[in-house]
């Protein structure tokens, strides 16, 4: 839920209540080990308040501005959560358009927890929801307590409404802080063609990408809008 301060500044109160039980657990997988926070069956619940600053000329299909988003939460047992973390997140996007038809997005996101959170609920390197955090990575191979992400990509067209793309980021999971500075930083890339639709969905551009990573052999198909 979020109230506009202004014509392109938001800010909101965050609810979130998240019910996880684990059935079974196969032997060796990292979920037997006693020690794992969330292995059994729990409750998170926490609040918190976001800031959003979304200048973007289009929402679905960005070529110029910036959108800004920042949030903290806390999950605390006073509210019912059987784990006591705080995460604190910051997402920041940015549109530039050097060339006619020529887009270069640039994306910055870190998250950051302190206190016990559960294992299922850890930042994750790899397509998470809608939110693509180092594309090319298994989601949930690398997770810890902090996340940092520095992504980029560049689109141009083609022909008619073909058009193709180069991303490229790198980005770390660490359990602490200062883990972030002394840890191997993973490299993710991706090259792909797109297809335009010109006609909107209920509004929406839609466009259905094929592409290839460029570095872990992946290939894959891809409708959004």
Known sequence: MQRKLSAETYVGLKANLKYHK??????????SSGDIVGRGTGTASGLGVSLTRDTRNNVFYPSAGTLFKIAVQRFDGLIGSDYDFTRLSADVRSYLRPFQSHIIAINGYASFMTGN???HMLSLLGQVGERNVMRGYYQGRYRDNNILVLQTEYRMPVWWRFGCAVFGGI????????????RRWFPAGKYYGEFSLTQALYGCPCQLSLGKSAFFGLAEIVVQK
């Open 171 to 182: 980005g770390d999971v660490s359990h602490k802080m200062s883990g972030l500075k002394r």
């Open 22 to 31: 684990i059935l079974t657990i196969a032997d060796g997988e990292f979920q």
């Open 117 to 119: 959170p559960p294992f």
